[in-house]
Each structure stands twice: as structure tokens, then as C-alpha cells.
């Protein structure tokens, strides 16, 4: 009895967590599984049983509905679970019953739902829904396989290069024979248009229903680092079926992205500089120094994990820096080594310093403009009165 009421406590916990969806509902299956995934056998029989949850705010009532493929193939316990409080847990099951007679082939699924429902007017409206899902895989008559996966690492150079191919039977016939050739196209800054090599698997043969494993390897000691595109090509009885897989070749090296280029005279400004891991392994104590004229700006350390891309930040103080292009070096130091790049930057006036600039000007003139009407009116002589002047001689 204990050890039951722990599994209906764990059960409902998990319900709360599933039922944030339905917000009203939520659904739990004994199995621990809520979705699963069998064969179609002729005759077969099998009970699926599941226990819900209310997560309502009040007394509720639930559906139970079967949807998607095959409903005709299962029983419920029960259709309507009725009056169901707030937290209370319910159980219910669904049995499933298969036919003699074989369905089309491929992957079916049927979904097992509980829908939040109330009664009115005769007929129930559902509002909330949250639903387990069975899938049924029906094998097919002919010779048919399914690449299940294509695991392709990521290595550094001169390492190698270990593929494997997944392969499952979805065919009631057994297969002769099946073989993989796998193309490489790359690196990725060249184009992934240009094929590198090709390599082959062993030939297996693959019995009815069953999974098997193709593997291959490749020596990368000519390659250069960067991002590869692998595409596998499965031949299986003059059939075939395709998959590819992008992988990274690495090398102990550090590549700058992207660094600030425009900056702001009379100001404090941050120094942004992007920078790429290109190795499969940590790489630790990455900093970089800016050289521009006499100054240097360093930044401060970083570790980088594998194809990281982060930045490395400095300050730049610019007080009386000219409005112009700066020529400087850009030194990035990881693990040891170095690298050092030519850059070029673009020193900006602050729009405000125009702004007090035009406001200078604007002042300025309107000084000197006024000052030139004072001095020529001051200049100019005034006329005498053309009747005094007569009367004086």
C-alpha cells in the first residue's frame, strides 16, 4: 500500500507539470510513458491505462475521446468521468484490439485524450484537451528501410574521422544487402558545392524488422579547419535513401569576426572585439591589445569554449582626437600563441559637440551682425534741413 500511494504522488506531480498546457486537465500514464510507439500484430491486445487530474477551479466533468487513426481499434473503460473536484485524480484505461487484417503501411498515430467538458443544452462543449499518443507502425510489404540517424563528431585536424549510419527495417522481407557512400563537401567558407573525397561503408545484410549500424572513417591530416557537410547515400537492394550531417574540423587558432570601427571624439568609448573559436577544445586566457598611434588598449582575458564566438572588450578615452580615419594593430593572444591584423577605425564628432557647435556659430554671427549695423549707422552723416540752409545765406 505504501509504495502505491508513492507511486499515485509521483504520478500526480506529473500530471501538474503536463497539464500547464491544458490549463484544466492533465494526463499521466502507470507505464510512465505518456507516448509510446508499438508494431501492428495481427490479433494483438493490449491495455493502456492512464490516470488524470482536475486542475479546474471547480467541480468539472471530462470526456475521454479517441482520435486520429484506428479508433475503431480501441475500448474505453469510460467515456465520461463525471463530477471530478479540484485535484482529484481519476483512472481510466484504453484497450487496444487489432484486426486480422493488415492496415496500409507506414507510422499511424491515435491519440488517447481527456477533454474538460460541461453540459449544457443537451450536449457537452469541449474546452480544454490534453492527450497521450500511440503510434502504430505497419511494416511494409516491399523492401523498405529508414535512416534512424547519421552521427558525424566534430574533430580537430589530423584527427579521424569516425561516421556511423543507423538503419532500421520498416520491411517484412529481409534485405541482401545494404551499404552507405558518403560524400564531403567543404569547407563551408568555400561553398559547400565543392565535394572534398567520398568514402564507402562495409555491406551488411538486414533482416526483417531489425537495426543495424554502417560505419565508416576518414584521415582529416590534408583538410583544412572550418564546417563540413556530409551526405550519406544508404543503397539497400537497388533502393536507396539519403541524410546529411554538417560537422566542424577545428584547429588550434582564434579568428576575429568583427571589432568596433566607428567612434566619437571627446568621449570614453568601448572597444568591441568579436572573436571565434576554430578549436574542438577549451582555449583559455584569450586577450587582445589595440595599437592606434602611441596608445595600447588592452583587454581583459576570456576563456573560450569550443566554436564560441564572444567578445573582448576595452575603452577607448578620445578627448582632442581629430575627426578622422586611425590606422592601428589588432594583437589577439590565445594559449600561447598570436596573431596580429591590420585595422583601420573612424573617429566621429559627437552630435551634440555640433549642436553646441551651431549654436556657437549661430550666436557669433548674430554678434558680429549686429555690431556691423551699429558701426554703419554710426557712420552714416546726417542731413541738414534744405530751408535752414537757404535762410543762413
Not at 483512472?91 to 485524450?113: D, M, N, V, W, Y
Amino acid at each position: 500500500m505504501k509504495d502505491k500511494s508513492i507511486l499515485i504522488l509521483i504520478l500526480v506531480m506529473s500530471l501538474i507539470i503536463f497539464s500547464q498546457e491544458a490549463y484544466a486537465v492533465g494526463l499521466g500514464s502507470y507505464s510512465g510513458e505518456l507516448n509510446t510507439q508499438l508494431d501492428f500484430i495481427q490479433g494483438l491486445k493490449k491495455t493502456f491505462s492512464y490516470i488524470m487530474v482536475s486542475s479546474a477551479q471547480t467541480v468539472m466533468d471530462y470526456e475521454v475521446i479517441v482520435e486520429g487513426a484506428f479508433p475503431e481499434y480501441f475500448t474505453l473503460s469510460n467515456n465520461l468521468i463525471k463530477n471530478v473536484w479540484p485535484g482529484q485524480t481519476k483512472s481510466f484505461s484504453a484497450t487496444l484490439q487489432f484486426p486480422e487484417q493488415k492496415p496500409s503501411a507506414g507510422l499511424h498515430e491515435t491519440r488517447i485524450c481527456v477533454a474538460e467538458a460541461s453540459s449544457g443544452g443537451g450536449s457537452i462543449s469541449v474546452r480544454a484537451k490534453v492527450c497521450s499518443i500511440i503510434g502504430v507502425r505497419v511494416l511494409y510489404s516491399e523492401k523498405y528501410l529508414k535512416i534512424e540517424s547519421f552521427d558525424v563528431p566534430n574533430i580537430d585536424v589530423g584527427d579521424t574521422l569516425n561516421l556511423k549510419i543507423s538503419v532500421k527495417s520498416w520491411t517484412e522481407a529481409s534485405i541482401n544487402n545494404v551499404r552507405a557512400v558518403i560524400d564531403i563537401f567543404g569547407p563551408s567558407e568555400k561553398g559547400f558545392s565543392k565535394k572534398i573525397t567520398t568514402v564507402q561503408t562495409e555491406e551488411k545484410p538486414l533482416a526483417s524488422n531489425e537495426a543495424l549500424t554502417l560505419s565508416a572513417s576518414l584521415d582529416t591530416r590534408n583538410f583544412e579547419s572550418g564546417e563540413y557537410n556530409a551526405v550519406a547515400t544508404v543503397y539497400y537492394d537497388s533502393k536507396d535513401a539519403n541524410m546529411s550531417s554538417k560537422f566542424k574540423i577545428g584547429i588550434l587558432a582564434v579568428k576575429v569576426v568583427n571589432y568596433t570601427k566607428e567612434f566619437t571624439r571627446n568621449k570614453v568609448n568601448r572597444f568591441n572585439i568579436d572573436v571565434e573559436s576554430r578549436w574542438n577544445s577549451l582555449i583559455e586566457n584569450v586577450y587582445a591589445d589595440v595599437r592606434i598611434e602611441n596608445e595600447t588598449l588592452r583587454t581583459p582575458s576570456i576563456t573560450l569554449q569550443p566554436w564560441e564566438i564572444s567578445a573582448l572588450s576595452t575603452y577607448w578615452e578620445t578627448t582632442d582626437k581629430k575627426a578622422q580615419y586611425y590606422d592601428g594593430k589588432l594583437i589577439l593572444y590565445f594559449a600561447g600563441n598570436s596573431t596580429e591584423q591590420d585595422i583601420r577605425v573612424k573617429m566621429l564628432v559627437d552630435p551634440e559637440e555640433i549642436k553646441r557647435l551651431m549654436v556657437y556659430v549661430s550666436i557669433t554671427t548674430g554678434i558680429v551682425i549686429l555690431i556691423a549695423i551699429i558701426v554703419m549707422l554710426s557712420l552714416r552723416k546726417p542731413k541738414g534741413n534744405k530751408y535752414e540752409k537757404t535762410k543762413k545765406k
